[in-house]
């Protein structure tokens, strides 16, 4: 049987990036659900050229829902209500401002026919390419994982998925790729503006988190950050607070056996 793969998007004015996005999860998607989350722009306008009337008898394209959400300033809140729309077998998290590879419209379908992690809750980690001013960079995130095992969102900012069980499987799967074309398109400028707004909210949010656990993931998301726009010492004094926080919770951990 054929999986279903529905890809999730939150947006808030991404006319700039929306079309080819979308274009790009055709090949692959049963279902596109988008939450806007306050969009001025033509953003919507743009999504709606996608969407299939129920006048159509043949739909050739995946079915594209969008959805309202007010903004909470928190980035899992979101992913979690895109989820909460979700009817296909799979989940596929993108940024509107990313793409899917040739390779990966290609695999993507082949390899969850015949990924062995069968009835368990499991997500994959992908290759994320991400140009930048004056070089290309490749991370790994998180960012497909199986429909109906509560696996959710946390965290406002940086948000990864979880599952309260504690028996979340994570394997990679680095032969699927996205490409970042956002930060192809904006200038230097521009992304050193929004970086600089990561580092208030993660400055705000270190303030705000008593938690060790929490705390030290949100430094060393600040430390990165710093180092982004070449703030070094602030930088390695983020590290080094990560480093501590990171001590606090295993200490913590290891008093409780």
Known sequence: MEPKVSFCLIVKNEEKYIETCLKSLLPVAYEIIVVDTGSSDKTKEIIKGFVVTEQCSVPTKPQVKVFDFKWQDDYSKARN????????????????????????????????????????????SLKVIEPQADSVSMVFKTLLFKSGFDIHFIRPIHEHICREQNDLIIAKADFLTLFHSGNKIRS?????????????????????????????????????????????N??????????????????????QF
Do not use: C, M
């Open 234 to 255: 602030n930088a390695i004094k983020a590290y080094h607070d990560s480093y501590s926080n990171f001590n606090k919770t295993f200490s913590e951990k290891k008093s």
């Open 188 to 232: 230097k400028e521009e992304l050193k503006k929004k970086t600089e707004k990561y580092i208030f909210k993660l400055v705000k949010l270190t303030r705000e988190t008593p938690d060790p656990k929490d705390n030290y993931f949100f430094y060393y998301h600040l430390g990165n950050a710093y180092s982004n726009v070449e703030q070094y």
């Open 81 to 124: 209500e895109s989820i909460k729309h979700v009817t296909g077998d799979w989940i596929f998290i993108i940024n509107a401002d990313e793409e899917l590879t040739e390779q990966t419209q290609k695999h993507l379908i082949p390899f969850l026919k015949e990924q062995p992690y069968i009835n368990q809750p499991v997500a994959f």
